[in-house]
């Protein structure tokens, strides 16, 4: 069964630094646009990065542009969101997406002092 599992969500502080992955297993991950999507207390889902399936094309919603950074492995069927200066509003659960069809079960990021 299709399946993606995110990981490296937690609490830091204003301005830390974390590094989400997502797993993919099952599809054929090197085939499908990737992206990170995340949803805050109380919202909706908002679209954050898209990375194109060979990983040399990336796009970015602008309150994130120059702190995050999508990559993502083919070999190792695994995808990445390096985030730096992180700020309260970037709390939400952080999810990653295939295509727009497999969904992963989501990652907490809590950026507080």
């Known amino acids: 069964q299709e399946q993606l599992v995110e990981s490296g969500g937690g609490l830091v502080q204003p301005g830390g630094s974390l590094r989400l992955s997502c797993a993919a297993s099952?599809?054929?991950?090197?085939?499908?646009?990737m992206r990170w999507v995340r949803q805050a207390p109380g919202k909706g889902l908002e679209w954050v990065s898209d990375?194109?399936?060979?990983?040399?094309?990336?796009y970015y919603r602008d309150s994130v542009k120059g702190r995050f950074s999508i990559s993502r492995d083919n070999a190792k069927n695994t995808l990445f969101l390096q985030m730096n200066n992180l700020k309260p509003e970037d709390t939400a659960v952080y999810y990653c997406?295939?295509?727009?069809?497999?969904w992963g079960q989501g990652t907490q990021v809590t950026v507080s002092s």
């Open positions: 990375i194109n399936s060979g990983g040399a094309s990336a």
């Open positions: 099952a599809f054929s991950f090197r085939d499908y646009e």
């Open positions: 997406n295939a295509g727009g069809g497999y």
